[in-house]
């Protein structure tokens, strides 16, 4: 056995600081504040509660079935009444005549995503409790509680093996046979709240009640069962849930009781296998797999490790980020975040956030994509159905998975995008008579755009699918993978391109008109009604769309005779506007007034991920997007106390990095750093409350992109440096050409930058000053000037590493 099995815990050794992870001082009050763990596909909350002990367990298609989808009915021949209604500004009228017209009662969440059961650990401490601390090491994903009384020290090690498929949970202390506690597989304990009699905890029992039955849980000597089935479930849904817990001891004797528990008495160590599955076939078990599977599997926690860290530390080390605050990281997560302000923001604090959003987003992303909680959870009310949310969040999520030097997470996207193709094609055949697709806001295991009300006109929003053509192309632009591109990105977004074909329509003015629209979930300033049309969203998608699409079928040699055609199209597209405030317009007409006090900022979508040349040409668009920006944080977020929510300084964060703003940028970051982050550095939707993955995908996108901009054939190294930053490094970034810089480091007067490029290639290098002198290491690499000081042409051999030193002004 391992030498974690072999050896009891020494408690003369304090529990080791992660290099890269933190140690946090406090338990768990609440499932919110758990240790997480996850492979993508099983997640796992270790709630690190001394004496009474959950670990909750979650899968990525545990989605509560609520009964079969509801097709959206044809309303497609009424369409001219919506729009005639728009015309003449009954928005209101028009966005409840759509709701009529659905036959829905209300607004339908899809299915909810929601926990499988708990591992329950009771056991008694003799004495004073002392020495309390738990940790999680982002490099290995294990996360490790401690703690120390009369009898001596205890440990519990927990991960989710990437390689076997399975939970890993190891229980030791520091003498022979002072192991003593009960175990069990139970169900979620649904008033696991800080306030059991809260709203939430009631409502989340009742939902328990009503959808799950037949609940099971046994216990032998040396295993745990769970099973329940589901009351609503349909064809094509989960009917059943089963789980196995192998529980190995050395030492000890173990005893299997009534209603599923098993008693360990005496144990040296304890290693406790789990593996869970959602059944579709309710008459087909799967337990006595999942006990062959777990039975070959090496009863040794270090090789088990070894092997899950292996494949989970190579993903997760491709990137760093140091800005200087290494003399901080030992201590604990609470003295971090005690200290850190908006004013003067902890450096360490901001490493680990940086490190936690990645780990957070890699330990959620398996076959599915990260839903709002990544992959775990703990109630069966989660808000917003823990769903798939597509106008902001799951783009927030997934923001930095190919600047981040994981490209391959976006593929568990892209195939859950192209799962849901039936049913969008069904939504803009139904709603708009169109072809092609419309991806609605909301989706879990169906696509059918249900998420609409007569005062939500989410039926209207057709910006999802084109947004979601975005990340297909971005995927090819940083990989370069051709066959990904002929096979899936170009079959994307040409459907995305036929529903524009149809949906838009001419103006009295020969421009196009977007219409019904809806502008995420906002409301104009003089209106009533979400129900609009030209939402600047819309048309800044579709142009992006068109031009990417066009590009694509250059690339890959075909579309010859639709080319013109879409070039036609981007011909009347609408024009950006800016209104008497100076800010950018959310809706492109003078009929509609801005509400910019508002958590999105959809009008801010062409500059998410770059700066467009019709926006870098014109001196007055760039100043009112600033201002827009400025606006927002004067506005909304200065005194929101609540926080709600934290993707939408994400949104301003990306704009303001894409405008070269380092300092609004930082404004940004400066709340997403102090304001959204748990002592277990989960990220939260509002002012330290709600799990929600977004800012842990968006938070480092947007640092990566103050640091790092690319585009093919270009590479901008400190785009929006912030002065709050006159030295730091970051490496790993992965760029938009099949570019790395494997490493920059910058101080007051130089900048050093290595780069590998997987072609041979000439890009252009600009940084944000005067360069006085460059100079190259490694291969052949010629440098020629252009026609700014600020820039250089760089001619790139394939697959060797260069190394550029400049020395410049950065920062007087």
């Known amino acids: 056995m391992s030498d974690f099995a072999k050896h009891p815990l020494d408690d003369s050794v304090p529990l080791t600081v992660p290099e890269r992870g933190f140690v946090s001082s406090q338990p768990a009050n609440i499932w ?156 979620r304990e649904p008033s696991d709240q800080l306030n059991p009699d809260s709203d939430i905890a009631k409502r989340s029992d009742q939902m328990f009640k009503e959808h799950v039955t037949d609940i099971r849980s046994t216990a032998t000597h040396s295993s745990l069962t769970y099973s329940n089935r589901y009351l609503k479930a349909y064809p094509g849904s989960i009917h059943a849930l089963e789980g196995l817990a192998r529980v190995i001891t050395a030492g000890g004797v173990t005893e299997a009781g009534t209603k599923g528990v098993l008693t ?59 800005l200087g605050g290494c003399a901080d ?56 159905a823990s769903d798939y949310t597509h106008n902001g969040n799951v783009p927030s999520a997934i923001a930095s998975n190919l600047m981040g030097n994981m490209p391959e997470l976006m593929l568990a996207y892209t195939n859950y995008i192209e799962s849901l193709v039936p049913w969008m094609e069904i939504n803009a055949k139904h709603l708009f008579g169109a072809r092609g697709v419309v991806l609605p806001s909301r989706t879990s295991t169906h696509g059918f755009n249900n998420a609409l009300a007569p005062n939500f006109a989410g039926g209207f929003w057709v910006a999802g699918a084109g947004w979601a053509a975005h990340f297909f192309y971005d995927y090819y632009l940083y990989t370069g993978d051709r066959k990904f591109l002929k096979e899936h990105a170009l079959p994307f977004m040409e459907k995305a391109v036929m529903f524009f074909e ?57 579309n010859q005779t639709e080319i013109p055609r879409w070039q036609r199209m ?10 008497e405030r100076s800010v950018i317009k959310e809706w492109l007409t003078p009929l509609l007034e801005n509400n910019d006090s508002h958590r999105h900022s959809s009008q801010l979508y062409p500059l998410f991920y770059g700066m467009p040349d019709e926006i870098k040409r014109s001196p007055e668009l760039l100043d009112a997007f600033r201002k ?50 748990l002592n277990n ?55 938009r050409g099949r570019t790395e810089v494997r490493r920059l480091h910058w101080t007051p007067a130089s900048i050093e930058c290595d780069l590998r490029s997987n072609e041979a290639q000439t890009v252009l290098l600009e940084i944000p000053s005067e360069i006085s002198e460059i100079t190259v290491h490694g291969s052949a690499v010629m440098i020629t000037p252009s026609g700014s000081p600020k820039q250089r042409w760089l001619t790139l051999p394939a697959e060797h590493a260069v190394t550029i030193h400049i020395t410049c002004e950065l920062i007087s």
């Not at 607004?107 to 999680?136: H, K, T, W």
């Open 32 to 187: 919110e504040e758990g240790m997480i763990c996850g492979n993508g596909v099983i997640g796992a909350n270790m709630l690190s509660r001394l004496l009474n002990e959950r670990i909750l367990f979650t899968h990525e298609r545990l989605f509560l079935p609520m009964g079969a989808p509801v097709m959206p009915p044809d309303q497609s021949a009424r369409l001219f009444e919506i729009r005639r209604l728009i015309e003449h500004g009954l928005y209101q009228h028009a966005t409840e005549l759509q709701f009529n017209l659905s036959g829905q009662s209300g607004f339908m969440y899809p299915d909810f995503f929601v926990p499988a059961f708990d591992l329950v650990i009771r056991s008694i401490n003799q004495g004073e409790v002392r020495g309390y601390c738990r940790s999680v090491n982002f490099q290995t994903g294990e996360a490790v509680v401690r703690w120390t009384d009369d009898r001596g020290s205890f440990e519990r090690r927990l991960f989710v093996s990437r390689a076997d498929g399975v939970v890993v949970l190891g229980i030791t202390g520091s003498k022979a046979g002072c192991l003593d506690c009960r175990l069990a597989l139970e169900p």
């Open 264 to 322: 360990v008495k005496g144990a040296d160590r304890i290693l406790i296998l789990v593996d869970l599955m959602p059944i579709y076939d309710a008459g087909k078990s799967e337990i006595r797999n999942m006990e062959c599977a777990l039975a070959k599997l090496p009863d040794d926690y270090s090789v088990l490790l070894q092997r899950h860290a292996r494949i989970h530390s190579e993903l997760f080390n491709r990137m760093r980020l140091d």
């Open 681 to 735: 550095l989960a990220s939260m939707h509002n002012h330290h409350s709600l799990f929600n993955m977004d800012i842990s995908g968006g938070m480092p996108a947007v640092i990566i992109q103050m640091l790092v901009a690319s585009e093919p054939g270009k590479l901008h190294l400190l785009p929006a440096l912030p002065g709050a930053w006159p030295t730091g490094a970051i490496e790993g970034v992965l760029c």
């Open 628 to 677: 827009s920006i400025e606006f927002k944080l004067d506005n909304y977020w200065r005194n929101n106390q609540r926080g709600f929510m934290s993707f939408g300084l994400v949104q301003l964060g990306q704009a303001a990095a894409s405008l070269g703003e380092g300092e609004l940028a930082y404004r940004c970051l400066t709340q997403l750093i102090n304001r959204y982050w």
């Open 502 to 558: 149809d949906y838009l329509y001419e103006g009295p003015d020969g421009k196009w008109i977007f219409s019904p629209t809806q502008s995420p979930e906002n409301t104009p300033g003089n209106s009533k009604s979400q129900g609009t049309f030209n939402a600047t969203m819309d048309v800044a998608v579709a142009k992006e769309l068109l031009r990417n699409t066009i590009a694509a079928s250059m690339e890959v040699g075909c």
């Open 329 to 384: 990281h030992q201590r604990t997560i609470e003295e971090l975040m005690s200290e850190s302000t908006c004013e003067k923001p902890n450096f360490a604090l901001i490493e680990k956030e940086f490190d936690a959003g990645r780990y957070n987003i890699i330990s959620s992303t398996g076959e599915l994509p990260p839903n709002l909680q990544g992959v775990w959870g703990g109630t069966y009310v989660p808000d917003w």
């Open 570 to 579: 981007l011909d009347k597209m609408p024009d950006y506007m800016v209104d």
